[in-house]
């Protein structure tokens, strides 16, 4: 059973950081498609980020700002929330596709995810 488990979520000032985990069990995430999405109230759930092998990609609204990273020895993922803005508030939500070929931006393209973690950013 494949399960993924977030942390690290929670309420920060406008300019902090937080750092976002997510641990997969199940299978192996080595070399295969991991992505991080957000989802706002009252709004779709976009992608952020996404790494698979050596390739990866942000979102225009985070780049220079957040970094996504694997811990291959841990089977987890993270983002990096560097200089945070008030519009970054929202449920963060980590997802796995166990594709080895290729990666998305596509929420439908992903398998499995996990249960969310808040970020709220605010003074």
């Known amino acids: 059973q494949v399960q993924l488990v977030e942390s690290g979520g929670g309420s920060v000032q406008p300019g902090g950081s937080a750092r976002l985990s997510c641990v997969v069990s199940?299978?192996?995430?080595?070399?295969?498609?991991m992505g991080w999405f957000r989802q706002a109230p009252g709004k779709q759930r976009e992608a952020v980020a996404y790494i698979i092998g050596h390739r990866d990609y942000t979102a225009d609204s985070v780049k220079g700002r957040f970094t996504i990273s694997l811990d291959n020895a841990k089977n987890a993922l993270y983002l990096q929330m560097n200089n945070l803005e008030p519009e970054d508030t929202a449920t963060y939500y980590c997802a796995a596709r166990p594709s080895r070929d290729s990666c998305s931006t596509i929420t439908s393209e992903y398998d499995y995810w996990g249960q969310g973690t808040q970020v709220t950013v605010s003074s």
């Open positions: 199940g299978y192996s995430i080595t070399d295969t498609c």
